[in-house]
């Protein structure tokens, strides 16, 4: 089998979403299955569908276009606000999008009352964590505006923490993105049937409240794929957490020093690296490098350790074990490792088959899974 590749065990995923979906349910909270970290991959959010999300989430048009033509019966939801260049292609693909700009919103009403649609509109709130979103003293003005333009509908609200500036989604937020909710549909008369809490980064204030307010939704990519929560990375009772792997195979093996010899100057990367010296190492190199992974979130699943890593190797110190060239050696990936290796070209993904899977999905297996 080539390597490198990232083997994907769509049971394990399947299992996570339905726990998941279980869970956040028993509270009232609705569950959006985001895959931008599979790069919309049909096989996984066919999995997501069968297993009760009936709405599918993704910052590119590019992966949504992809899982419409591979026959996936969803909603879609454009995640990242979309590009004002690429308005009339978010109304053709998506029927939801977050959006923060009345610029924006404004283009997207126009072409879809060129197409005799509806575009279904989701006003994100600044509440902190200072990526997207409108500042709240100004909700009032954008909500109105929104409301005046007859091609797109206002269902709900939502926030986005923990995200770019660490901030928590806690109590606090969520009571407060609650008020905002109360204070719109009573200042102009609506009802918005989304209220979007966040992503797998609430967890925590999920299990630490009985009342959710009007908190009815999150979207969550990581917690499904990867079976924790993101504020501390720690394990969600009844996840799997490896549904993903990472396999690399050995391609030089040998006994050298750990310290480099020579006169030190810059490395590949323009750097002046330092190394301790522990005497004579195993040294193994892998064929795979920083063009197929973010090495440093791959974690070894034998007893070895990452020295360090180029472009097209990553070099581990292997003295406890037994190898021999051609052998494949095994990693977990975090999040950001499963993004980069997800859409490296290089990176062959292996799709574990399922026998309930629809037969276009079959036949998508069938093509060259290399292609992303
Ligand atoms: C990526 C993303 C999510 C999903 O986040 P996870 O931490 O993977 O659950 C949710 N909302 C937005 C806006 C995102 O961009």
Not at 268 to 276: D, Q, T, V, Y
């Amino acid at each position: 089998m080539p390597t490198p590749r990232i083997e994907i065990n769509i049971k394990k995923i399947a299992h996570n979403a339905k726990t998941l979906n279980r869970l956040y349910g028993s509270k009232g909270i609705d569950v959006i299955g985001v895959t931008k970290a599979v790069c919309g991959n049909p096989h996984v959010a066919a999995a997501l569908v069968k297993n009760g999300i009936s709405i599918l989430a993704d910052s590119r048009i590019a992966n949504i276009r992809r899982m419409r033509n591979e026959g996936i019966q969803a909603e879609f939801l454009l995640l990242r606000t979309p590009l004002l260049s690429q308005a009339e292609a978010v109304v053709k693909y998506a029927d939801i999008s977050l959006n923060s700009e009345l610029s924006v919103i404004k283009k997207l009403s126009k072409f879809a009352l060129m197409n005799n649609t509806k575009h279904k509109i989701i006003l994100m709130v600044e509440l902190g964590d200072l990526r997207e979103g409108v500042m709240p003293q100004n909700l009032d003005d954008s909500v109105k505006q929104i409301l005046a333009m007859k091609g797109v509908e206002l269902i709900g609200i939502g926030t986005n923490l923990a995200c770019f500036g660490g901030i928590k989604p806690d109590e606090e937020k969520m009571v407060y993105l609650s008020l905002i909710t109360k204070n719109i549909e009573e200042k102009f008369g609506i009802t918005l049937k989304i209220i979007s809490g966040g992503n797998s980064a609430n967890y925590n204030w999920f299990l630490s409240i009985t009342d959710v307010g009007r908190i009815n939704n999150l979207r969550l990519g990581e917690s499904i794929y990867l079976g924790c929560e993101s504020l501390h990375r720690k394990p969600i009772p009844g996840l799997y957490t490896d549904a993903f792997t990472f396999v690399a195979e050995v391609i030089e093996s040998k006994t050298k020093p750990s310290l480099p010899y020579g006169k030190i100057s810059q490395n590949a990367f323009g750097e002046i690296p330092e190394f301790k010296d522990y005497g004579k190492i195993k040294r193994t190199i892998l064929g795979v490098g920083l063009q197929d992974v973010l090495v440093s979130g791959l974690t070894p699943r034998k007893d070895f350790e990452i020295i360090g890593a180029s472009s097209d190797h990553i070099i581990i110190d292997t003295s406890r074990l037994e190898l021999s060239i051609g052998n494949e050696l095994e990693f977990d990936l975090n999040y950001g490792a499963l993004l980069s290796a997800m859409t490296s070209p290089y990176v062959l993904k292996k799709i574990e088959v399922n026998l309930w899977m629809p037969k276009s999905i079959a036949k998508a297996l069938n093509r060259n899974t290399a292609n992303i």
